[in-house]
């Protein structure tokens, strides 16, 4: 980051605005900044960086004690796991549903959602 503001003629704070809080930077700014960074090669924060700064990583586990294809097909557990996955995307976090016993994990990152394997 010390690289792109000082290549940019900006401060380090401007840098992480660009990136952070795009709004307390003019368009201009920002578009100028980021097309230094892209020159040289920078892609931005690093998320561990950031969660070792923060404190926070972002996710969510929750842990199912029955089969994965129940908590789909059960109404109750269903609405259970649609309201944690709303506030969660509200709150920018990724939720990782994972069965007590062995078999597939799934990953919700909404709106997209993946089948990782163990």
């Known amino acids: 980051m010390h690289d792109v503001a000082k290549a940019a003629g900006v401060s380090?704070?401007?840098v992480s605005y660009?990136?952070?809080r795009p709004h307390?930077?003019?368009e201009a700014r920002r578009a100028h900044i980021l097309a230094v960074?892209?020159?040289l090669g920078y892609a931005g924060p690093n998320p561990a960086g950031r969660s070792l700064r923060t404190g926070q990583v972002g996710a969510?586990?929750?842990m199912i004690t029955d089969s994965l294809p129940y908590a789909f097909d059960d109404p109750a557990t269903t609405e259970l796991l649609k309201g944690i996955s709303e506030v969660?995307?509200?709150a920018e976090v990724a939720l990782t549903l994972r069965c007590a016993t062995t078999?597939?994990?799934f990953s919700v990152t909404a709106p997209v959602?993946?089948?990782a394997t163990r």
């Open 37 to 39: 960074a892209e020159k």
């Open 18 to 20: 660009a990136y952070n």
């Open 24 to 26: 307390k930077l003019s």
């Open 60 to 62: 969510l586990g929750l």
């Open 113 to 115: 959602c993946r089948t």
């Open 88 to 90: 969660g995307e509200l």
């Open 103 to 105: 078999g597939p994990s």
């Open 12 to 14: 380090q704070a401007a």
